[in-house]
T-cell receptor, first 113, second 109 residues
Framework: DVKVTQSSRYLVKRTGEKVFLECVQDMDHENMFWYRQDPGLGLRLIYFSYDVKMKEKGDIPEGYSVSREKKERFSLILESASTNQTSMYLC????????????FGDGTRLSIL | EDQVTQSPEALRLQEGESSSLNCSYTVSGLRGLFWYRQDPGKGPEFLFTLYSAGEEKEKERLKATLTKKESFLHITAPKPEDSATYLCAVQVGNTPLVFGKGTRLSVIA
């Protein structure tokens, strides 16, 4: 089974802090994704990566950056956390090539105070 | 403009009461439609991929079907453990998945 592991289930940070969310997958997947999920808004794509050191902006990249130095690891960075970034953050990975499902981690519930 | 619309937003069923969830999409060039189940506090869990109109997939009490404009997730004789939010997503070309907002299903014993 695909295993996508997010480093923290719950995280509390202060406004203005730089926040790192880590995601590791164990299936040698080429593609990795970061979403946030908010009530009434569904899943929204922040950034994605189709290969090591590559990144693409999703629908809501403002205030975020990402890093993919190794194939199995995809990090989401909140450069200067703000209260409107309080959310559930979900990481996913998928195999490359033809249409493949994304497999998700269990999420990080991030609160910015 | 939503490309993927799920209905209803919430559905409450008695145990054993079969029903269907709908996912309609307005994209062209569909490469695949995906169904996921999400339990509270957890990430979405992959259920099915459908690739072309007329295709059907089954898993236990769930059956997913696909037409040119929508997909249905049929739940036969549901049990309380089927309670979850069900998400559908579409893929067009090589772009990332576009998700609907989900249907929150509650099955009451």
């Amino acid at each position: 089974d695909v295993k996508v592991t997010q480093s923290s289930r719950y995280l509390v940070k202060r406004t203005g802090e730089k926040v790192f969310l880590e995601c590791v997958q164990d299936m040698d997947h080429e593609n990795m994704f970061w979403y946030r999920q908010d009530p009434g808004l569904g899943l929204r794509l922040i950034y994605f990566s189709y290969d090591v050191k590559m990144k693409e902006k999703g629908d809501i990249p403002e205030g975020y950056s990402v890093s993919r130095e190794k194939k199995e690891r995809f990090s989401l960075i909140l450069e200067s956390a703000s209260t409107n970034q309080t959310s559930m953050y979900l990481c996913a990975s998928s195999a490359g090539g033809s249409t493949q499902p994304q497999h998700f981690g269990d999420g990080t519930r991030l609160s910015i105070l | 403009e939503d490309q993927v619309t799920q209905s209803p937003e919430a559905l409450r069923l008695q145990e054993g009461e079969s029903s269907s969830l709908n996912c309609s999409y307005t994209v062209s060039g569909l490469r695949g439609l995906f169904w996921y189940r999400q339990d509270p506090g957890k990430g979405p869990e992959f259920l099915f991929t459908l690739y072309s109109a007329g295709e059907e997939k089954e898993k236990e009490r769930l059956k997913a079907t696909l037409t040119k404009k929508e997909s249905f997730l049929h739940i036969t004789a549901p049990k309380p453990e089927d309670s979850a939010t069900y998400l559908c997503a579409v893929q067009v070309g090589n772009t990332p998945l576009v998700f609907g907002k989900g249907t929150r299903l509650s099955v009451i014993a």
